[in-house]
């Protein structure tokens, strides 16, 4: 069984860049696939890296057509395992009204508004 590690350089540009090693005594061929919202998607190669034993450079071209506001997550994924390697996540748009942090807020200042309309009926009713 090989052990197989994909692990991010960058994202640079709209390209996701990454470095796949695999530690085997076996002959292995990397059969990556990028993934986004359960469809897979074109624009994902892996060029071997003769220098070292066991290694490639992975390019992914991220289609502008998947990017739309909110959170974007892709999966890179071992086809013939269907293993997760990587994931990364794309934030675009208005965020903030989605952010968990701005939830929070609304979320206080909601229950400041209940708190004080409770006690001003507990005011009037007693």
């Known amino acids: 069984m090989s052990k197989v590690v994909l ?9 996701y860049e990454a470095v796949l090693t695999a530690e085997t005594e076996e002959s292995y061929t990397p059969n990556l696939v990028a993934i ?15 220098s070292l034993g066991n290694t490639w450079h992975v390019r992914f071209d991220i289609p502008r057509d998947v990017l ?3 959170v974007q997550t892709f999966l ?8 997760t390697l990587d994931s990364f996540t794309i934030v675009t748009g208005e965020v903030l009204s989605d952010d968990i942090r701005a939830e929070m807020d609304l ?13 001003r009926h507990c005011v009037e009713t007693s």
């Open 68 to 70: 739309t506001d909110g």
């Open 107 to 119: 979320l206080r200042a909601e229950l400041d508004m209940l708190k004080k309309a409770f006690r």
């Open 7 to 15: 692990t991010k350089t960058r994202i640079q540009a709209g390209t």
């Open 36 to 50: 986004h919202l359960e469809r897979e998607l074109d624009g994902l190669s892996v060029t071997e890296d003769t």
């Open 76 to 83: 890179i994924n071992e086809k013939s395992t269907d293993d």
